[in-house]
């Protein structure tokens, strides 16, 4: 697969990153901060796979696909738990939104 | 600094370490590997920096602006050592460009 | 500077990393983490700069020292965040006492 | 599962990690360079997975099994790409001998 097939991909695991990182720092400013435990946590797994996700589709690795693989049941998992906080705070409810697209993303990429 | 106010350092730095990761890859498959060992080193340095400077801003970290700072010279140097090759590989060229943005962006964000 | 140079930083920013991912973790199920906020996010940012100062030494990179001095730095303002809270939380003295002798050993390797 | 049961797989993952970022540097200096291309690629792959393992395990994520099954993997391939070098190079051998280790470490942490 070529590095250019990836790039929708790259672009939702770069925007998801992002955004988990933003929902987890902002999360720590919130008054209800005790209910968004595991929100924070999640985030963090997110990000981190998605940043893993895209070195390995940018550097055009054999294991890119696994790695999307593993990163869509993870995006699937922060966007479940931040769509939970999605009424109160924005964050969260861009937060989903990214974590939903990547998940999809990568589904599509397996299915090419 | 806000989330925001990093948008365009944010997506410079992401443009970055894909083209960081992708030259890599690619002089790894070129007849001439031997001359572009400096430049997959550098490629490597620069797109690891840029990764962490893009989870530093989009954190919102009091940490960003240094990160940043160092992320410009990494990208000057792996410029620079792109820009030998530019007229060879179209890789090393985009490489170089994406380089030179990234240190600019990276460059304005600290004069703000 | 060798690999084996830096064998002993690269052994205390493996350490502080870890013990940064811990900590933070283990923090947001302290039930006074509103008050751990802060302490979160610095461990945070200093995981991710150990991580990318354990990675730019093991490559042997020229712009290890460079990530070492803000390693340090950022370990400082951890350790003296951790500190505050050592005495109820031991997740926090110990990520405290990673901390100082991570900056230590990335002050020790600017010296040499 | 706890912090503490992860300690031989994270000690295990970091030696990987510095293994193989090291002997891909080494192979960039190598007179056979053009030989060591697919190693090169897979020290890559291999050093940012277990980076990543480390991270999701001191941090006692949920997700820590998988990312470890999918290191296991990547380790392997690691390993058999460094062991048809072993015999020019030391770095190629000692590569192949953290992968192996690493790859055990990590096949362990499941069958717990």
Known sequence: ???EKFQNCIEAC???AVAC???ADACLSEPNLQMLAECIRLDRDCARI???AVSF???????AAPVCELC???CEAC???CEKHAHHHDHCRQCAQACRQCAQACRSLMSV
Do not use: G, L
């Not at 589709?57 to 294991?63: D, I, K, R, V």
């Open 79 to 81: 966007a479940a738990e």
């Open 14 to 16: 770069q925007a998801c």
């Open 50 to 52: 998605c940043q893993t």
């Open 72 to 74: 869509a049941q993870i």
């Open 57 to 63: 589709m940018a550097a055009n690795s054999p294991f």
């Open 1 to 3: 697969m070529s590095h």
């Open 21 to 23: 990182e933003h929902c």
